[in-house]
């Protein structure tokens, strides 16, 4: 069994691979680890750039997007109650973001795939790669008690902040950079309508606060916590109380109590692996960085990768040019730094850490309060939030 490029991960930058690849006419076999509904099934982000709503279009997957996804052309910070929108639409030139689940879009990738007649090989156990350094790469992996071997030309590593890929760059090939937050973020799914129709990230002395939704009748909310809480610590009478006096009166409001279907703890974050490539290895995703979910870039930065490494194998296959194959770590790395210092950034503007003092509760707030009448501020903001330019 042999194809030119294998994908290991069938989450949304392996899948996004997968299909860009097919539209260039350059064969890929992607191999996950899991079930399909496994995959489909993880609550995870639920804001999409506008580079990645123009790219699902482009790929003919945005149709179902379209009619069901919620266009935000603004989003809104509170400050102990006061709230303040930001004109994404107004400052960008007409960008904004599509509130459209990963669910969703894992759904219709994988839809896609099938009729598409892409191959996934799901279920695929104990997956490695052998040989990245030479041109008689192939990768391994056990289904239903037998061993089967991929040759191929390239493998990219999708798999995942744990997967296989990133440890096959020997160690002292290989840069590491992380912050881990002291704080985590709780949060629920519950079928009510939510408190606004755009997202609101609240500051608030006892810590952090998101309002945000999946659909006009589902709603999804976080506050911070501290990592050691449990989610029995939060019965949902708690919870509720908690958010909207973070929230603050007038956004509080709109908040529709109901009874919580999904409750998760997640910790947060700041990751970066140089490089991104290693021979015939290359990293996309998480498999190569993590971002805290402040501003929402963690799918979206996934794709970015994809889309850089798609254009780098249509130039390698189509002009025999491997210049993009052989740029493409630094410029990857260059927008993934960019959306680590966005996340970084607004994480540290809205979230109370350990040790935060008067001082630093003022300079919080100062900076909130430059945001509200700085037109170039809010700029800076928005063009963060709706996506930097894949250049």
Request: aromatic fraction near 10%.
């Given at each position: 069994m042999r194809t030119q490029v294998a994908i290991i991960g069938a989450g949304p930058a392996g899948m996004v691979l997968a299909h860009l690849l097919h539209q260039a006419g350059i064969e890929a076999v992607v191999l996950e680890h899991r079930s399909r509904d496994y995959v489909e099934g993880r609550v995870r982000a639920g804001v999409l750039e506008q580079g990645m709503v123009d790219l699902l279009d482009r790929l003919g997957l945005g149709a179902r997007m379209r009619r069901e996804g919620l266009v935000h052309a603004g989003t809104n910070l509170a400050v102990d109650g006061e709230v303040f929108r930001i004109d994404m639409q107004a400052l960008t030139g007409g960008r904004c973001i599509m509130v459209?689940?990963?669910?969703?879009?894992?759904?219709?990738?994988?839809?896609?795939?099938?009729?598409?007649?892409?191959?996934v090989v799901f279920e695929a156990e104990d997956v490695h790669p052998h040989d990245i350094g030479t041109d008689r790469l192939y990768v391994t992996w056990r289904q239903d008690g037998t061993k089967r071997r991929l040759g191929c030309d390239f493998v990219v590593g999708c798999d995942g902040a744990h997967g296989v890929s990133r440890g096959c760059?020997?160690?002292?090939?290989?840069?590491?950079?992380?912050?881990?937050?002291?704080?985590?973020?709780?949060?629920?799914?519950?079928e009510v309508p939510p408190a606004h129709h755009e997202l609101i990230y609240a500051n608030h002395e006892r810590g952090f606060a998101l309002a945000s939704m999946r659909s006009p009748h589902r709603s999804r909310y976080y506050v911070q916590c501290p990592l050691d809480d449990r989610i029995e610590d939060w019965p949902d009478e708690r919870f509720w109380d908690e958010l909207c006096l973070r929230l603050g009166p007038k956004a509080a409001a709109g908040?529709?109590?109901?009874?919580?279907?999904?409750?998760?703890?997640?910790?947060?974050?700041?990751?970066?692996?140089?490089?991104?490539?290693?021979?015939?290895?290359?990293?996309?995703?998480?498999?190569?960085?993590?971002?805290?979910?402040?501003?929402?870039?963690?799918?979206?930065?996934?794709?970015?990768?994809?889309?850089?490494?798609?254009?780098?194998f249509g130039e390698y296959y189509g002009e025999r040019s491997a210049a993009g194959i052989d740029g493409y770590s630094a410029r990857a790395l260059a927008r993934v730094w960019k959306a680590e210092r966005f996340s970084w950034w607004f994480t540290g503007l809205t979230h109370r850490f350990p040790g935060t003092g008067p001082l630093e509760r003022r300079?919080?707030?100062?900076?909130?309060?430059?945001i509200r009448g700085s037109r170039a501020a809010q700029t800076v903001l928005a063009e963060n939030y709706v996506g930097l330019p894949i250049v």
């Open positions: 459209y689940g990963q669910q969703e879009v894992m759904r219709d990738l994988f839809d896609g795939a099938v009729e598409r007649g892409l191959t760059i020997p160690p002292e090939l290989r840069r590491e950079f992380e912050r881990v937050y002291p704080f985590g973020w709780l949060g629920v799914l519950a908040v529709v109590r109901g009874p919580s279907f999904e409750k998760s703890i997640a910790p947060l974050r700041s990751f970066v692996c140089e490089p991104m490539r290693h021979g015939r290895l290359f990293l996309a995703g998480d498999a190569a960085h993590i971002v805290p979910p402040t501003g929402a870039k963690g799918l979206n930065l996934a794709v970015s990768d994809v889309v850089m490494l798609a254009e780098a300079l919080q707030r100062a900076e909130l309060d430059y």
